[in-house]
């Protein structure tokens, strides 16, 4: 393998993930986390209505459901890891290289900030450059076909309102539905874009990418843009002979634990709400706005959403959960399960893979 071709060949760039992943990230998310929800409750908050609510038994089912999710959500990321490295990593291993995946998504401030860190442990797990460039490059590819399909097909059944509250039609989109077209948008071209590098013409889009980046404006890229050349072409490889079984496998699991990642908040908002309705038709019809509100979270401009998507969430499900205290605290227990969790968890796994995978590498390069 030549040393230009590895996805992290100088110490500045591995110092960058490094950085990126380093323990005081975390920090900022829980600040504004914190913030927003204090703002949240100083605004919205009645307490006589939060002394109202019931935890009983069938808010602790609910919220118990909720963990459950949580746990089938990583493990099917763990085992389309497993999957799509062919086994070469054990499946414990996988647990712990998603929570780190999972962390590094959590600091930064999109869920694609976390491909470059993914390149950076699964070179670091000592897996080959062309393993790592198809497990990250299709990643990307399998979960935006997951939200380009689902959305469509969720909208062609209930149409706008799983968008935003009351939308009858394009023209009522707002604000919030106006992000949600630029988000889909977005997510349409980049997945389309890898799709067609890695299964179409891998050369094509390592000559598009070097000419894009040949302008004076667009020179700084020019080694990135040639790094990912690289490393479609080399991933393309690997992808085309693949069988089909080994698509299906990483499809299921990619299905899985999107779905459930948005049940977790189902099951949490049916357990502050037991007036929602418990008809199938109806909880489908909140998990299509559920994907709607992520898929706009999913580009957030803070670390993880944190924040942003506090305030979102009551706008958002304002149909579903009129009352403001209750969504607030809806809100608050959801990112606690869904987010926070992961900066908890990484805090403590992230300091020992480092010390074990770099700081050992270099103390004992052989």
């Known amino acids: ?70 746990f089938i959500h990583h493990i099917s990321y763990s085992f389309r890891l497993y999957s799509l490295s062919d086994k070469e990593f054990n499946f414990k ?10 962390f590094s998504s959590a600091v930064s401030p ?54 935003r509250p009351d939308m009858q039609g394009f023209s009522d989109l707002g604000g919030w539905g106006n992000y949600f077209i630029f988000s889909y948008l977005f997510m349409f071209c980049y997945t389309l874009l890898f799709f067609y590098g890695l299964f179409l013409r891998p050369v094509r889009m390592k000559e598009l990418l070097l000419t894009l980046t040949r302008f004076s404006f667009t020179k700084k890229w020019r080694n ?18 693949k069988p089909a079984f080994w698509h299906l496998r990483a499809l299921i699991a990619t299905i899985g634990a999107w779905s459930t990642r948005f049940l977790l908040l189902l099951a949490v908002i049916l357990a502050f709400n037991p007036e929602i309705s418990r008809e199938i038709t109806d909880l489908v019809q909140l998990f299509a706005r559920l994907e709607s509100m992520f898929l ?25 959960i009129p009352n403001s205290t209750v969504a607030t605290l809806t809100a608050t227990v959801w990112r ?31």
């Open 110 to 163: 999109t869920s694609v900030g976390g491909s470059a860190v993914a390149f950076f442990l699964l070179a670091k797990e000592k897996l080959s450059f062309a393993k790592t460039a198809t497990i990250v490059l299709y990643t990307i590819v399998l979960d935006g076909l997951f939200f380009l399909f689902s959305i469509p097909i969720l909208f062609f059944i209930f149409g706008g309102i799983i968008i």
């Open 1 to 70: 393998m030549q040393k230009e071709n590895f996805p992290f060949p100088e110490d500045k760039k591995e110092e960058a993930i490094l950085q990126s992943i380093h323990l005081n990230k975390i920090i900022i998310p829980i600040i504004i986390g914190i913030f927003t929800v204090a703002y949240l409750v100083w605004k919205q908050v009645e307490w006589k209505e939060l002394k109202n609510i019931s935890w009983n038994g069938f808010t602790l089912f609910w919220l118990g459901i909720a963990v459950v999710f949580l």
């Open 224 to 241: 990135d843009a040639e790094r990912v050349g690289n490393e479609i072409l080399l991933a393309s490889k690997e992808l085309k002979i």
């Open 336 to 366: 606690l399960l869904g987010y926070y969790i992961y900066l908890f968890i990484g805090a403590v796994i992230v300091p020992n893979w480092i010390r074990k995978n770099v700081l050992n590498e270099k103390i004992n390069p052989n």
């Open 93 to 102: 291993k996988c647990i712990e290289l998603i929570f780190i995946w999972e």
């Open 296 to 320: 706009i979270t999913l580009f957030s401009p803070t670390p993880g959403g944190a924040g942003f998507v506090e305030v979102l969430f009551g706008g958002f499900l304002i149909d579903y």
